[in-house]
């Protein structure tokens, strides 16, 4: 059974900080996703990673993948108050998801 | 014009009531989902179709049953709700091979 963990599950940070979250998952998987969701609302695709040692970066946040070790990083760069919020990681394909627990970010001014 | 949505939005009903949530893409996508938030935020699949085929059915109650008359809706019908049904429950569809999922928006349910 596929299994996601990520961790930490909550961070707590300052502004103009970098940390790095991380995703790892326990079989063999076609694809890792990144997204974003804010409270009472949606998730928002942020990364769709598809292959060994793909790297993808939007703005403050850079995601990468390694499937040989089964880990995927979402690194911030100088985090600013609006990314805060939960991050979930998610493995699978066409018949389904299986999300991590999330992480929830919070950054202080 | 919103690509998955999901009505109601906010469902309050008392045990033992019957209910059902509507989801509609116009995405295109074969396939839909329907995924149960808890209040620990956790996400986990309930059901997903492929063109109005049942392709998985993760262990959920019989009292929830996924309706799908054409690959563009998916709905949920909740039977006898109980008080642990009380979720989010998003709706997502996917393109073929699955690279990339759109969620709606929820619909928080609230059973007393």
């Known amino acids: 059974e596929l299994k996601v963990e990520q961790n930490p599950l909550f961070l707590s940070m300052q502004e103009g900080k970098n940390y790095t979250i991380y995703c790892n998952y326990s079989?063999?998987?076609?694809?890792l996703y990144w997204y974003r969701q804010d409270p009472g609302k949606s998730l928002e695709s942020l990364f769709v990673?598809?292959?060994?040692?793909a790297v993808k970066q939007e703005g403050r946040l850079m995601a990468s993948l390694d499937t040989k070790a089964r880990l995927s990083t979402l690194h911030i760069t100088a985090a600013v108050h609006d990314l805060s919020a939960t991050y979930f990681c998610?493995?699978?394909?066409?018949?389904?998801?299986?999300f991590g627990k999330g992480m929830k970010l919070t950054v202080n001014p | 014009d919103t690509a998955v949505s999901q009505t109601p939005k906010y469902l309050v009903t008392q045990m033992g009531n019957d209910k059902s949530i509507k989801c509609e893409q116009n995405?295109?996508?074969?396939?839909m989902y329907w995924y149960k938030q808890d209040s620990k935020k956790f996400l986990k699949i309930m059901f997903s179709?492929?063109?109005?085929?049942?392709?998985i059915n993760e262990t959920v109650p019989n009292r929830f049953s996924p309706k799908s008359p054409d690959k563009a809706h998916l709905n949920l019908h909740i039977n006898s709700l109980e008080l642990g049904d009380s979720a989010v429950y998003f709706c997502?569809?996917?393109?073929?091979?699955?690279?990339?999922?759109?969620f709606g928006s929820g619909t928080r349910l609230t059973v007393v």
């Open positions: 079989t063999t998987s076609d694809r």
């Open positions: 179709y492929n063109n109005k085929e049942l392709i």
């Open positions: 990673l598809l292959s060994n040692g």
């Open positions: 995405l295109g996508h074969d396939t």
């Open positions: 997502a569809s996917s393109p073929p091979g699955g690279y990339g999922y759109t």
């Open positions: 998610a493995v699978g394909g066409s018949e389904k998801l299986v």
